[in-house]
């Protein structure tokens, strides 16, 4: 892959959504209540399917450019 | 469940939600329609985790909201070479109680001076950088921005001022950026930002870009 002057912006929003997957992490550390936590895991595992999502357009659009 | 279970809580998820509601109103990010599903089941998600804590401490969730609804943030974000950040952080601030400071995901209690708060942002954004494995390591850029021309004016004005631990605490994060420079050989620039948070991260990373050219002593 040729590195352009600016990131895809599919990559770009996958850098994001990693941030906020790492918010949401150290909010599991933080809390010691059962219930809060599997609230945040549920947030958590919306966070890597949103993260997946964009990795597999980010894939298809790498695939086009080719 | 504790009190303070509630408030870390409630920040953590009042910050989570602050975090994407920032992305998506930056016209930089064009998350994919299926992404988007997600991010806003996130929102979604949160919106319902603090209406279920206001009915049990509604004072810890009426203040988190108010505190976000004034918009004293600040951040110190490290931009890559390519644009995209490789760390954020942030911090809000509530000028009126500055003790009442949280960070993005979890609270801080104890720091009470927003310069200060600044630092230890830095200080974190440098040593996850320093850890991080994947990054085009040519350069970094540090940029603060920050919505509140008050706090940007403490910032750039009385850096110079005759508290000790201030002082101290200046040195040293001088030293450690001295420190990631020299370790990593690669030039590092400091800018302040005073915009309101979205723009001034725009302008941050329009700035980056144009900062950044290998060849600059």
């Known amino acids: 892959m040729v590195i352009k002057s600016n990131m895809d912006p599919n990559e770009v929003v996958m850098w994001e959504i990693r941030l906020a997957r790492s918010h949401i992490m150290n909010a599991i550390i933080a809390v010691d209540d059962n219930t809060m936590r599997d609230n945040l895991e549920q947030l958590l595992l919306h966070t890597e399917k949103a993260l997946e999502m964009q990795d597999n357009i980010w894939a298809r659009t790498l695939i086009k450019e080719k | 469940m504790s009190l303070a279970d509630d408030f870390k809580y409630a920040s953590s998820i009042e910050s989570i939600k602050h975090y994407i509601c920032m ?5 930089l990010y064009n998350p ?3 992404t988007m599903r997600h991010l806003d ?6 919106d319902e985790a603090l209406a279920d804590i206001k009915k049990r401490a509604p004072d810890i969730v009426d203040n988190l909201i108010s505190l976000y609804d004034r918009k004293i943030i600040v ?9 995209s950040n490789m760390y954020s952080s942030g911090v809000a601030i509530d000028l009126l109680a500055p003790s009442k400071q949280y960070t993005m995901g979890r609270l801080t209690p104890g ?10 942002s830095i200080y ?4 996850y950088f320093t850890t991080w494995q994947g990054a085009a390591r040519d350069a970094i850029s540090i940029q603060i921005c920050c919505d509140n021309e008050r706090v940007i004016n403490n910032l750039i004005y009385n850096l110079e001022e005759s508290d000790e ?6 040195k040293s994060v001088n030293k450690t950026i001295e420190a990631t420079r020299k370790l990593l050989l690669i030039p590092i620039y400091l800018t302040w930002y005073p915009a309101n948070t979205t723009a001034g991260m725009r302008a941050a990373k329009r700035a980056a870009n144009q900062q950044f050219d290998p060849y600059r002593p």
């Open chain 2, 23 to 27: 992305m998506l109103a930056d016209d």
């Open chain 2, 32 to 34: 994919h329609v299926d």
């Open chain 2, 41 to 46: 089941k996130i929102i979604n998600m949160c």
């Open chain 2, 75 to 83: 951040s110190c974000t490290i931009a890559s070479k390519y644009g």
């Open chain 2, 111 to 120: 720091a009470t001076d927003p310069i200060q708060v600044y630092y230890d």
């Open chain 2, 124 to 127: 974190e954004g440098l040593s």
């Open chain 2, 165 to 170: 631990n201030l002082e101290k605490r200046r």
